[in-house]
């Protein structure tokens, strides 16, 4: 047998997913839509703190989102409480949403009649770090329960995130949780980004969080000169 | 695990590329970027199994770790992190999410018999 040889071809494994990201982008960009993607650990409080969201937002935004679960639709009846339009993405097996999912489902939806899109990934924080879904921000959330040292142990979902909140603040005094231990990992693994801390449930904090995604909105909506 | 489905898009890939050039393929060298997202020794696990039954079974996956390299802004140079766990500069000490390499996941060449 001859000697082998090399051929560079130098291929991103993933283009055919960053292709349909950057075409969702362009996508809400003309629609003057703000899309915001949810990724967390299963359990830390995603589904509560979207339902309050949605809920808290709708007076005077119009609101969807689009759910990824791994076999149920439990999230998205909690979350059609909210009355906003809510769409389950099924994914069986699989531990996260992959662009091509988003586009399918946002089929029949018109996205002009639409101010804020949210995209809950699946409660994973290895699988969703690869993978754009053409999001504008993506949103890290962990909650009080989890341990100070999450971003340190999940340090590339954090590094891939543009803004972390920190939930269920309710239980901060029970759980003995350290602020500034939690909030140092974060900055170790993201200077400089973005930290809210929050109780979706009683509501504290929520305010500014809310404001921080309205002016990011306009923003977004300025840039895209709509 | 999402391993098997990026496993998978390599052999896609490189069966793509092979098919073009009318070659056979006996190995595929992958940049696998730090903060890729992609655990290596799942990957290579995951390889086998996505290569059965394809123009590709039997070959190896050569995986080349690329570290992540940041700017620093006040040494203006480019520095390899440490850790991913602290994106320091490593000279001075500086913060900076300024990452100029380590989100890699290519498929860069192939070992090819004729």
Redesign the interface.
């Known amino acids: 047998?001859?000697e082998?040889?090399?051929?560079?071809?130098?291929?991103?494994?993933?283009?055919?997913n960053d292709v349909i990201a950057r075409a969702l982008r362009e996508q809400f960009r003309a629609a003057g839509v703000f899309v915001v993607s949810l990724v967390s650990s299963p359990g830390s409080g995603k589904t509560t703190f979207l339902e309050k969201t949605l809920t808290q937002l709708q007076p005077r935004y119009r609101v969807a989102a689009l759910v990824g679960d791994l076999a149920t639709e439990n999230d998205a009846l909690r979350l059609a409480r909210s009355k906003a339009p809510v769409k389950q993405i099924t994914t069986g097996t699989?531990?996260?949403l992959e662009a091509a999912m988003v586009q399918n489902a946002l089929q029949e939806w018109d996205l002009n009649q639409l101010d804020f899109l949210f995209i809950e990934n699946v409660g994973n924080l290895?699988?969703p770090?690869?993978y754009d879904l053409g999001e504008n921000l993506r949103l890290v959330l962990m909650s009080v329960t989890e341990g100070e040292d999450k971003p340190?142990k999940y340090?590339?979902?954090f590094?891939?995130a543009d803004v972390a909140v920190i939930t269920k603040n309710e239980l901060a005094v029970a759980v003995e949780f350290d602020w500034e231990t939690a909030r140092r990992s974060i900055?170790?693994?993201?200077?400089?980004m973005r930290i809210f801390r929050l109780s979706a449930k009683t509501g504290e904090a929520m305010g500014s969080y809310l404001d921080f995604l309205v002016e990011q909105l306009k923003e977004h909506r300025a840039v895209a000169h709509i | 695990?999402?391993e098997l489905?990026?496993a998978m898009?390599?052999v896609e890939?490189?069966t793509e590329?092979a098919q073009k050039?009318g070659?056979q393929v006996?190995?595929v060298?992958?940049r696998l970027g730090a903060?890729?997202?992609?655990?290596k020794d799942a990957l290579l696990f995951s390889y086998e199994v996505a290569c059965q039954d394809t123009p590709l079974a039997g070959s190896r996956l050569i995986v080349e770790d690329v570290p992540v390299a940041v700017f620093c802004p006040q040494c203006q140079e480019q520095r390899i992190l440490t850790s991913?766990?602290?994106?320091?500069c490593p000279e001075c000490g500086l913060?900076?999410?300024d990452?100029r390499q380590g989100k890699e996941?290519?498929?860069?060449?192939?070992?090819?018999?004729?």
């Open positions: 047998m001859s082998p040889r090399m051929i560079e071809v130098r291929r991103n494994v993933l283009k055919q699989l531990c996260h290895v699988c770090s690869s340190l340090p590339t979902i590094n891939s900055e170790s693994v993201r200077p400089g | 695990m999402h489905s990026i898009g390599i890939a490189a590329e050039r070659v006996s190995a060298h992958l903060l890729s997202g992609v655990v991913v766990q602290a994106f320091i913060p900076t999410m990452v996941l290519e498929v860069f060449a192939l070992e090819v018999q004729e």
